[in-house]
């Protein structure tokens, strides 16, 4: 009687490199399928700096119709153009490490957008609502640039001071925009330093609620303090 070898089904056989095809194939694709939030996040920048570009031709093209008078529109116009690709080249230049910062990118554009649409509509002629504008605008850039700066540092101080600074700065850029804007040769602007400090002002009043903004949106870090945690709050010297 001879032995016969167990044959086996090659069916029986574990299928290692076939079984993992598709998790892998389903890995990538669900890494590489853009989620509704991004989706949103691309149309809303997308929609809000194809709008600036709009704005932004017709003030170059009719700078001077008399809803742009005294506003130095073409040089506001290629301000806009710098303005929008702050972001970008600043994230490009610095190595793209980072994820892309969506919100800040936004947070640029929309005062960009505001000043744009006022001045087409002629809306900066009535009364305070410039005021309103330049105060809105530096509580927007302020609160963003905080909640951005607020997972990257250890307080929320930290946070609310990187935020306040921005918007700040934020103020002194616009006002040196304009200032240039005069010198170039911009006619009717109307700039004196009455307008300039309360500007200024406003804005800036603006970046400090951004940045009280950035100090309540998490309580709980309040009692942090800048520093290192082993750091003193007073330094002590031994005595000589």
Known sequence: MTDHAPMHNESDQPRASTSTEPAAVTSTASAATPSPADVAWVAAISAAKATVVALAVDAFLHS????????????????????????????????????????????????LLVDAGGNAIGIYRRARVDDLIHFADGALVSSVVGALATPRV????????????AGAAAAGLWEIGEWVGLKLGAKGMDLTYDDT??????????????????????????RRLPGRPADPLVETHPSR
Do not use: F, N
């Open 64 to 111: 001077d119709q008399p809803r742009y008078h005294g506003k130095g529109m073409r040089l506001r116009a290629i301000g806009y153009a710098g303005g929008m690709l702050a972001v970008p080249v600043a994230w490009r230049l610095l190595g793209r490490r980072a994820p892309y910062p969506r919100e800040l990118d936004l947070a640029v554009t929309l005062p």
């Open 154 to 165: 250890r307080t929320s101080w930290e946070a609310a001071g990187v935020g306040t600074l």
């Open 197 to 222: 400090m309360t500007d200024l002002i406003e804005t800036m009043a603006g970046a400090a609620l951004g940045g009280a903004i950035t100090l309540l949106r998490h309580p709980s870090r309040l």
